[in-house]
């Protein structure tokens, strides 16, 4: 995937580190919302992650629950921690 300019600076700015992303990309749960893909890590992606890698310390399992990665095609647009509720199905 190709990271834009916005999401690096982005990843920057919020402390995000590459291999979040990566485990949100591989393992995350995928939803759709205007023509994007929303990467999110639930708890069947969480246990899917475990089994590859093994248990996961609880900084990196709450850094992940709280991550969104958005994408268009083969770019990734933005990354994001998520602080409220989210808009479904739009």
Aim: net charge positive; proline share 2%; hydrophobic share 35%.
């Amino acid at each position: 995937m190709n990271i834009s300019n916005h999401a690096e600076k982005r990843m920057s700015e919020r402390g995000i580190p590459p291999f979040a992303i990566d485990c949100l990309l591989e393992f995350g749960d995928i939803e759709f919302h205007k023509g994007r893909e929303i990467y999110r890590m639930s708890k069947r992606a969480e246990r899917h992650l475990k089994s590859y890698m093994g248990e996961l310390s609880g900084e990196a399992k709450k850094l992940l629950r709280d991550l969104y990665v958005v994408t268009a095609g083969e770019d990734i647009v933005t990354v994001a921690r998520q602080t409220g509720h989210l808009k479904r199905n739009r």
